[in-house]
């Protein structure tokens, strides 16, 4: 068994900020890092993970004036694989409290 890793990158518009909502706005985006989310017990290949990709992109992708997620890097990984913020909350935790979050597909 094996999951698929989806990698995204969170952008923030900081030109939003100071809008007041007419006209064009602003545009100053900013990289505010992202999040990795998991579909566990994935079963087959390259061409099954880029389906499934593509068919979760909805639930994890979203645009606005004001931020910005996007899926930019996608992988399948072992079964037992964590994520660094998953082993960095063991090492100092001793307990997962956050894990990646988990799609269906």
């Known amino acids: 068994m094996a999951k698929l ?3 995204t990158q969170i952008s923030e518009n900081y030109g939003a900020h100071d809008w007041d909502g007419t006209g064009e706005c602003p545009q100053y985006w900013k990289p505010k890092g992202g999040n990795e989310y998991v579909v566990k017990r994935f079963k087959g290949g390259t061409e099954a993970a ?29 079964d037992d694989y964590l ?15 956050f894990p990646a979050k988990e799609l269906s597909w």
Do not use: P
């Open 5 to 7: 890793l989806i990698t």
């Open 50 to 78: 880029t389906a499934a990709v593509m068919a979760l992109r909805s639930q994890v992708e979203q645009h606005s004036d004001f931020y910005i997620e996007d899926i930019v890097e996608w992988r399948i990984v072992a």
């Open 83 to 97: 994520t660094e913020f998953e082993r960095s909350q063991l090492e100092y935790e001793g307990k997962i409290r």
